[in-house]
């Protein structure tokens, strides 16, 4: 029985190709998720391990605000000289070097633009002179206040030599700098991990990064001769006291790495998460290939039947079958995901200016591949195998093929399994299911997605019926229709795997329009400042002005009012969260469109929603903790309604000076009745020229450049999903060339009977188009309206308004139909070309 089934697999080659692509391409996503993240995993340990491999312990005071990678930027707090002093004396000690690294230091290239960094920190810094990890490549280090230093990775990306004037912005307004030296590291490398940094001197270095005359950011100790890092560390750490961070060199490269793989863990989790779309689809797929391939096979499987089979063997001849396929289609995939994996990470590299680790394999990529591939490829060929060891031994005497059951068992599970779907939808989002939330989400949308699938060949045949009469005109398309309606199985699970993607797509597209015009009108709504001042934020820290350029907006003749926002993340009573803060409360009220009257020191605001949460009131005192700076304890002195002000929590002027970013990252301009912005806002852009991380633009430009994000994330979400779609195609065409090989005698006689090339050719083609624009029409109808259920879930969220992106839907349909006008290329040539009285002969 293993000799026949080996044989009848090899003797259809063309059928083990179309089966197994589905599984490669699935396994290629997923093995490929984990060679990237395992190749950045190990890029970063090496830059780690550079970065401190000159550290033998290192000094710094514990953050006020500790911060982990995914939830922001974590600042430093400043180290008194006098802890140097103090590290001297301890026993072991060779030497102490203060050392100032702070992010924030925005370098402004030749072309008068900020250098932006997607990824990587913008470091400044005191220059310490070279060491065994840094060379001097060009010129001195800075010496003078009016110095800087850079690495050549920033002298490149800003076109700058030595002797130009520099541009820099800090924590203060923008200072002009002459460059006199350009350094690199060993081994011919511009920088380590694409990080950009400007190194000033000491006091300059102290008083523009850190606000701390004085200050260090962290102190180098190495360690004198026979005594390890480690022991060293344990002297410093009992002398210093708990108020301090001591770390080896080795401790720190592991913590950063660590810290980094906890955001490229999530990275990979989104991306198996679509892999796993991409395989739920390809299921669909390879259960129609191989219910096409019992269909062809009833003879064959009957007459070893006849011989002495048993049902059990039929089941096994058939998924042996699906486990050769499964696993040769794992391997292919795997190559595959090292080449997409690979080429993947060298994107990422590039984009960030990575130097690359050598790309390796990693065991959970080929365990992940062995067990997908055979997983899937097994668990789709379950139901046909069962079905083959029904087959009736008198079926090898007879003309027969298996007949169509009734739907009406398979209709009664799908409308169960759907409204079991339906619930745990409805739980999740409409529910408090606590921690249980997400898995209820994702588990309703995937049992919904099986129950439609199974309700699915209960509507083929009416939906495929109308369709098809756009195609009735000719003969060629009435064959068309009615081949696509004749196994309402086979058709429904092809459209089926178009369905999910598709569905998904315009779900997504659903939540984010109605998202982007609720965030328009509640904009509109609450929002009367006519002018705004920000910046496009593409890195941890958003962009920065002057706080001098409110004051003179303020000033200028037809600005009603003009206030400033800044932000940072704190610690209210012990939880984390972000707050706002600015100059007069009742400026920015006047500048929002609305009335408050001014903060007294000591006295917060904060909004409704904030105060319910927590369950605060008016007069109750908090605790806060700014990124620099002590402890303060305020009063609440008053509960705003909900998006009345911007920010939930609003802190008073004198809050500033302690944050970890002391300049305003938001304006807003308030115009006087009857003045055109026109008139003011080139004024506004004017007083900004020294502040080129942000622009002056109306107001409804400001909202439409917010909005513009969530068509950032329905483009991303598209090309993730495109390889799930492109099984789905995959599908089709599979269907196509397994029906042409079926229907081989039936096509012989059709020709014989007069249908011509060309004829025979569009009536494959009416077929495909049929199909692709039927699964398309169900996952357009299924996605908007799981995205209309999870968008009206998310009213409290803030989304008010329902959008159905009608353009983009019958974008997708069109697709759908030229989707099946390429599919059927294959077949239908396949089909045009057989012999006539060959494929008349053929059994």
Request: charged content about 15%.
């Amino acid at each position: 029985m293993l000799r026949a089934t080996l044989k009848s697999l090899l003797a259809r080659k063309l059928r083990l190709v179309l089966s197994g692509l589905a599984v490669v391409l699935g396994v290629m996503f997923v093995s490929g998720s984990f060679v990237v993240t395992d190749t950045l995993n190990r890029t970063f340990d090496s830059i780690f391990a550079d970065a401190f491999a000159a550290t033998d312990v290192s000094v710094s005071a514990k953050p006020k605000v500790a911060v982990s990678e995914m939830d922001g930027e974590e600042v430093a707090a400043p180290l008194p000289a006098a802890t140097i002093d103090k590290i001297k004396t301890v026993s072991g000690v060779r030497s102490a070097t203060g050392r100032v690294d702070a992010d924030g230091a925005r370098v402004i290239g030749s072309d008068g633009k900020v250098l932006t960094s997607m990824g990587p920190p913008r470091l400044g810094g005191n220059w310490t002179g070279a060491d065994g990890l840094m060379e001097l490549r060009s010129g001195r280090g800075p010496a003078a206040d009016d110095e800087i230093a850079v690495n050549a990775n920033t002298a490149k990306l800003a076109g700058l030599e030595i002797g130009d004037r520099v541009g820099v912005l800090t924590r203060e307004p923008k200072r002009e700098f002459t460059l006199v030296g350009i350094w690199g590291y060993t081994g011919g490398r511009d920088s380590i991990g694409g990080v950009q940094e400007v190194a000033f001197t000491t006091p300059v270095a102290q008083r523009l990064m850190l606000g701390s005359p004085g200050g260090y950011t962290s102190v180098v100790v190495d360690a004198a001769d026979g005594v390890s890092p480690e022991t060293l560390r344990d002297r410093l750490a009992a002398a210093l006291g708990a108020e301090y961070q001591v770390k080896t060199g080795k401790q720190l490269a592991q913590e950063s790495a660590d810290s980094i793989q906890e955001g490229l863990s999530f990275f990979n989790r989104i991306l198996l998460g679509f892999a796993g779309v991409a395989l739920f689809v390809g299921i669909f797929l390879i259960l129609n290939t191989f219910s096409i391939i019992v269909a062809q096979r009833t003879r064959e499987l009957a007459l070893l039947r006849a011989m002495g089979a048993s049902r059990r063997q039929v089941i096994g001849s058939v998924l042996v079958e699906a486990v050769m396929i499964g696993l040769i289609a794992a391997v292919l995939g795997l190559a595959a995901g090292v080449g997409a994996g690979a080429g993947l990470a060298s994107v990422f590299g590039s984009f960030a200016d990575l130097e690359l680790a050598s790309v390796a394999v990693p065991a959970a990529a080929v365990v992940s591949a062995l067990v997908v591939g055979l997983l899937v490829t097994v668990i789709a060929a379950v139901l046909p195998a069962l079905r083959a060891s029904r087959i009736a031994p008198i079926a090898a005497m007879q003309e027969v093929s298996i007949p169509d059951r009734p739907l009406t068992r398979l209709s009664v599970a799908g409308g169960a399994v759907l409204a079991a779907g339906a619930a745990a939808l409805g739980v999740g989002l409409f529910a408090d299911a606590g921690d249980a939330t997400l898995w209820l989400i994702l588990g309703g949308v995937l049992v919904s997605f099986v129950g439609i699938a199974l309700l699915t060949p209960l509507i083929s045949k009416p939906v495929i019926g109308a369709l098809g009469r756009l195609f009735a005109w000719s003969l060629p398309g009435r064959l068309g229709r009615l081949n696509s309606g004749r196994n309402p199985r086979r058709t429904a699970i092809t459209a089926a795997a178009l369905m999910v993607g598709i569905a998904l797509v315009t779900g997504v597209t659903v939540v984010m329009d109605s998202a982007k015009s609720s965030l328009q009108a509640e904009a509109a709504r609450i929002l009367k400042a006519q002018i705004m001042i920000s910046g496009e934020q593409s890195g941890a820290r958003p962009p920065t002005y002057d706080a001098a350029v409110i004051d003179r907006t303020a000033a200028l003749p037809g600005v009603r009012a003009a206030a400033g926002l800044w932000n940072d993340l704190v610690t209210i009573d012990g939880e984390q969260r972000y707050v706002t803060a600015t100059k007069d409360l009742a400026t920015l009220a006047e500048a929002y469109g609305t009335t408050a009257a001014p903060l007294a020191a000591g006295r917060i605001a904060v909004d409704q929603p904030t105060a319910d949460e927590h369950h605060w009131r008016t007069g109750q005192r908090v605790t806060v903790q700014s990124s620099r700076g002590d402890p303060h304890t305020y009063t609440i002195d008053r509960i705003f309604p909900d998006d009345a002000l911007p920010g939930s929590v609003i802190l008073p002027a004198a809050a500033i000076a302690d944050f970890g970013i002391t300049q305003p990252v938001l304006g807003f301009v308030r115009l006087d009745d009857g003045v055109a912005v026109s008139a003011v806002l080139p004024q506004v852009k004017q007083l900004l020229a020294d502040s080129p991380e942000v622009s002056a633009t109306d107001a409804a430009t400001f909202v439409d450049q917010q909005a513009a994000q969530f068509d950032q994330i329905i483009t991303m979400i598209q090309l993730l999903l495109g390889l799930a779609i492109l099984i789905a195609v995959l599908g089709v065409v599979n269907t196509l060339a397994l029906s042409v090989l079926e229907r081989t005698r039936e096509l012989g006689l059709l020709r014989a009977v007069g249908l011509g090339r060309a004829q025979t050719m569009r009536m494959i083609t009416v077929e495909a188009v049929v199909i692709s624009v039927f699964g398309a029409l169900l996952g357009v109808a299924v996605g908007a309206g799981m995205g209309t259920a999870v968008a009206r879930a998310l009213a409290d969220d803030g989304i008010t308004e329902i959008v159905l992106p009608w353009a983009r839907m019958g974008t997708y349909l069109g697709l759908a139909a030229v989707v099946g006008v390429v599919a059927a290329v294959v077949p239908a040539i396949r089909a045009a070309r057989l012999n006539v009285l060959g494929a008349i002969a053929h059994d």
